[in-house]
């Protein structure tokens, strides 16, 4: 059977959420996975490409160094240089190497050409005004050291502030033919346009230094540092990786790759300046626009796609199964308010012929075959009406509306009412029925007395129908405990034992016991009554109360169920020693069934009450009760009867019993109708609800809605004497 719950998300919107979290997943994961590969093979790919850039550019710059070497180099070997640096002072010498030098110039990638000669020490730089030098000044200090240290050629590297440009200098000695050095002469070469040419083809985030030696920057986009002579390291924060240290550990043309904060960097070597350099590519999110990335996110849409389709496909599919879930789900409904409704129905009946039964046992003098008769009809009339009882029940757990309605109770009371019910079941059978409890059991608890009641009604019925021979046992223990949510409350715990001597069930049944409709079938059990439904409602009744039941049983042998359940704290009365044994020898119940047999009803004859009901049957039972305490009693048959009676005020009565569903204007409409009439009179009356509905969970609403006391029908003697005692007055 398909039970449906209300919380229940719908089965397609599950599968959108399930759906949606999975492409979330797979969009997680494979975003995480297409990145750390794609960087793999961009950080691959780029190091390729700066160890190439560092490698053509060193190539490049040494090709053109050397190209100027070379020319700078004959200049300075040419014997016209020699002799004009010899004789500065020869007018026709000094013009004609003027002129070679104007000529040679030209040769120069740069077109720039000076000298010196060691004797006027005159300046000379392309066609200016020659200069007076100083060799001492500090700053011309690469004048010493080319004619006095230098055998071939050497280099020096300064930054003109002026021009805003950085020249790598060639310097060669002249010597004579003694060896001896007569002057210099040399080219530069214009290393900031050089570098300059290099950075414009480079991408952007990528960047070339060059670095001599010492770490100072003797390249660089931005011509500053190599005026500041900054140092490598500083220009490059690179986290504590010491680039310097690397470069000058490389061997000659080797390059070696990095991977650094600012991303991929190819340290390299420039053996003929004895410089390194250094190629830096930063990562930028233009790395990943690829073609791989484009095939990714293509790949992306397709699964959004397939999810939608799917979903749409299911979303169809499921269409069908909703609608018969919901056709299940109402049939389900309909079956539990048609049982409801039957077991409301079967009530009223039922009520009839136990009261007028009951009323008639009354009787004195009967004949003992009339009485016997009598007392099977009544057992007859209360079996079916506990049966009765179970199915409104059950199609009340089925609609979730058995409820627990808690109020303080006497522990005594509830046994005596248990055992005196199971006592007259017992009937021919040898069977001894024996009670286990101690006299500190507490006599006061809080719970629904009802609903415990019913636990155990349930499972010693079960014990007295399957024990033909031996004994039944019913044992109560109880401990008390802090309560979980509210340290200033107590709990109760009962642990409650029902054992038998009977036929006892099979393992394979055991496990199907507390399931909805279940019964034992097989040839022992025929003749039993039941509908299968007593320990399935016992199983939720305890589950409502926190507890738990459970069986151990033997085929032949007998069983044992366990149930514990959690009732509240009502104080710390123990039940005590003379109702303990009272209750152990069942004299408590014995004398309180002699009570009830003895009832002597108060005399009430100054009393006149309205009795509302729209079954003369049941008008006949009540009536008859009640005119037992020598009242009178008037009769009406609906509530706007009743309320047109109450509004003439004569005679006027001492109390309502009001039938709770009737045709028309029904119980509770009655009662507000009659409170509305506004007289004293008319508000005070007491009225008591006379229902078949509900064995429990409805009185509440009764007191809320006018009522002062509440009869369930069919009606107890003892509860009717006792509400007509409180009520009806003078
Ligand atoms: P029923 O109304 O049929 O008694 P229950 O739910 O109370 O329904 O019990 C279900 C089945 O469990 C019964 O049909 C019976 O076969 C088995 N059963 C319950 N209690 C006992 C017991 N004390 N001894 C043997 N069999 C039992």
Not at 24 to 46: E, H, W, Y
Not at 123 to 139: K, V
Not at 566 to 572: I, K, L, P, R
Request: hydrophobic fraction near 45%.
């Amino acid at each position: 059977m398909y039970k449906a719950n209300k919380n229940q998300v719908p089965e397609m919107s599950r599968f959108v959420v399930f759906s949606v979290i999975f492409f979330i997943f797979i969009f997680v994961t494979g975003s995480a996975a297409f990145v750390l590969s794609m960087r793999q093979i961009i950080q691959l790919n780029k190091g390729s490409e700066l160890t190439q850039l560092l490698e053509i550019e060193r190539v490049k710059l040494e090709t053109s160094v050397n190209n100027e070497v070379v020319i700078a180099l004959k200049i300075a070997s040419s014997p016209l240089v020699e002799q004009y640096f010899s004789n500065p002072q020869d007018p026709v010498l000094s013009k004609i190497a003027v002129n070679e030098f104007a000529s040679s110039r030209r040769a120069f990638a740069s077109e720039l050409i000076f000298w010196v000669n060691d004797i006027d020490k005159l300046f000379y730089y392309n066609d200016i005004e020659p200069y007076l030098m100083d060799p001492d000044n500090p700053d011309n200090y690469w004048y010493n050291m080319t004619l006095y240290e230098t055998e071939v050629y050497n280099f020096n590297i300064n930054y003109n502030p002026d021009l805003n440009v950085t020249n790598l200098w060639i310097n060669a000695p002249v010597f004579n033919s003694e060896g001896k050095p007569v002057g210099m002469l040399g080219t530069g070469i214009d290393i900031t346009t050089y570098l300059e040419m290099i950075n414009k083809n480079l991408a952007d985030g990528t960047q070339i230094y060059l670095f001599n030696s010492a770490g100072e920057i003797t390249g660089a986009r931005d011509p500053l540092l190599v005026a500041e002579k900054r140092h490598i390291e500083e220009e490059l924060n690179l986290n504590g990786i010491d680039i310097f240290n690397k470069a000058t550990e490389l061997v000659p043309y080797e390059t070696q790759l990095v991977d650094t904060p600012l991303g991929r960097i190819a340290i390299g070597t420039v053996p003929l300046l004895e410089w390194y350099s250094v190629a830096v590519m930063s990562d930028s999110i233009d790395d990943y626009k690829t073609a791989m990335t484009a095939l990714f996110i293509v790949v992306l849409f397709v699964i959004v796609a397939i999810f939608i389709i799917f979903n749409f496909f299911l979303s169809g599919l499921l269409k069908p199964l909703h609608k018969s879930m919901k056709e299940a789900e109402q049939a389900n409904r309909a079956k539990s308010a048609f049982l409801a409704n039957m077991s409301h129905e079967l009530r009223t009946p039922l009520n009839v012929v136990i009261g007028l039964t009951d009323l008639v046992q009354e009787e004195d003098k009967l004949p003992g075959n009339i009485s016997e008769n009598l007392r099977k009809i009544s057992n007859a009339g209360n079996t079916l009406l506990s049966i009765v009882n179970d199915i409104l029940d059950f199609s009340k757990i089925e609609s979730d509306k058995l409820s627990i309605t808690p109020a303080e109770y006497h522990v005594s009371n509830l046994l005596n009412d248990v055992i005196a019910m199971m006592i007259t079941r017992i009937g021919e059978k040898p069977v001894v029925f024996k009670l286990n409890i101690t006299d500190d059991l507490p006599e006061k608890l809080f719970g629904d007395e009802l609903r415990v009641k019913q636990i155990l009604n349930n499972l010693l019925s079960n014990a007295f129908k399957y024990t033909e021979k031996g004994s039944i046992e019913l044992t109560i223990n109880a401990s008390i405990a802090e309560n979980a949510d509210d340290a200033d409350k107590k709990n109760v715990w009962l642990e409650i034992a029902v054992s038998d001597t009977g036929i006892g069930i099979s393992e394979e049944n055991q496990k199907r016991l507390f399931t909805d409709y279940y019964q034992v079938e097989d040839t022992t059990r025929r003749k039993i009554e039941g509908t299968g439904l007593g320990l399935s409602i016992t199983r939720k009744l305890c589950e409502m109360m926190n507890g738990k039941i459970s069986v151990e049983s033997e085929t032949g042998k007998g069983s044992i169920f366990h149930v514990s359940i959690c009732q509240g704290f009502a104080g710390y009365v123990p039940i005590g020693k003379t109702a303990a044994e009272n209750l152990r020898a069942f004299r408590y119940a014995e004398g309180k069934n002699m009570e009830k047999k003895k009832l002597v009803r108060a005399d009430l004859s100054f009393a006149k009450v309205l009795l509302v009901d729209d079954m003369q049957n049941n008008l006949d039972v009540a009536s008859g009760l009640l005119r037992k305490y020598k009242m009178q009693v008037d009769c009406v048959l609906s509530g706007q009867q009743a309320v047109q009676k109450i509004s003439q005020e004569d005679p006027v009565y001492n109390a309502i019993f009001m039938d709770h569903m009737m045709p028309g204007m029904d119980g509770i409409e009655a009662a507000a109708a009659i409170r509305a009439l506004g007289s004293e009179y008319a508000r005070n009356v007491p009225i008591v609800a006379l229902t078949a509905n509900a064995i429990q969970g409805t009185e509440d609403m009764f007191y809320a809605n006018g009522f002062q006391a509440f009869l369930s029908k069919p009606i107890n003697i003892a509860q009717l004497d006792s509400v007509v005692l409180k009520w009806i007055k003078q």
